[in-house]
């Protein structure tokens, strides 16, 4: 059985992989208290004696609007501890995958697949493509989209952000004409347990099959639970991205090397949910 080693593993993605594929592999959490992906020691170390055939490097800093504020911290972080891991995983002649983002996008000429040309607007964004440098041809790298799941306490995505600020009565204001594309967790799990099986070091896009304005994804969630719908309004997105920068307008992003699991849309994920 194919052990898996990885980073992030108690985050909204990682957790879920950790419930979905425990059976298929033997999976290694390395928690961030056991090991600082900063420290180039600790990971030294840690992975030294750890045995494992694949590292899944899941762990990031992730805020966006935060990291145009810290953008020392979010270097550190997403570069400097991607590259700490890059190198340990190499000494040992181990494979790696490095998850990454539709935000290197900059959303102006969608759709992006897997080789559009890169081109990142935000300290996240920059950080994230770095990452992508270090490993790209010596390792697999996975970009995802808007990750969401049913249900985690610890940390809301944007379904569950929207569906709660609903059911409180609370009002959103949401872009029009923007696009995102909305990517089912437990989707990505089961794309990525065929990647395991069949690893190559390539880019492969881990998305949702269709995007939507966030406007649209807010009366979705509205019309499946019975909630308010007057209390969604709109804005634009130059009037949104003056409060919260880093954001691609366009990220309509699709795979073409996706040919062996189906990904959901958000309304496939709705109508089952």
């Known amino acids: 059985m194919l052990k898996i080693a990885l980073t992030g593993a108690d985050g909204l993605v990682g957790s879920r992989i950790l419930e979905l594929l425990n059976k ?35 762990a990031a800093y992730t805020n966006v609007a935060q990291a145009e504020l810290n953008k020392d911290l979010v270097f550190k972080i997403n570069i ?5 891991i890059y190198k340990a995983v190499k000494q040992k002649n181990k494979k790696l995958i490095y998850i990454s983002t539709d935000f290197i996008f900059d959303g102006k000429n969608p ?18 493509y770095e990452g992508e440098k270090i490993v790209k041809d010596n ?21 569950r952000t929207f569906k709660s ?3 409180q009565k609370k009002p959103l204001t949401m872009i029009t004409d923007s696009l995102m594309t909305p990517t089912f967790i437990d989707d990505i799990a089961i794309g990525l347990k065929y990647l ?5 070091p390539e880019i492969f896009h881990l998305v949702g099959s269709k995007s939507y304005s966030p406007f649209e994804t807010a009366i979705l969630i509205a019309e499946k639970f019975n909630l308010d719908k007057s209390l969604i309004g709109k804005t634009t997105y130059e009037e949104y991205i003056k409060n919260k920068p880093g954001l691609p307008k366009l990220s309509d992003i699709k795979t073409r090397k996706n040919n062996f699991y189906k990904m959901k849309n958000f309304e496939n994920f709705l109508v089952s949910y």
């Not at 759709?111 to 994230?128: F, R, V």
């Not at 390792?139 to 379904?159: H, L, N, Q, T």
């Open 24 to 58: 298929d592999f033997v999976l290694i959490p390395i928690p961030q208290t056991q090991m600082d992906i900063t420290d180039k020691a600790s990971v030294d170390s840690i992975l030294k004696s750890t045995d494992f055939d694949i590292f899944l490097h899941l």
């Open 80 to 84: 400097e501890g991607t590259r700490n």
């Open 111 to 128: 759709p992006y697949y897997e080789d559009s040309t890169p081109n990142p607007i935000g300290a996240y964004a920059i950080s994230k």
């Open 139 to 159: 390792g697999m790298i996975v970009r995802i989209a808007y990750p969401y799941r049913a249900s985690f306490e610890p940390k809301k995505d944007f379904f």
């Open 165 to 167: 600020y609903l059911e």
């Open 196 to 200: 395991f099986n069949n690893y190559s």
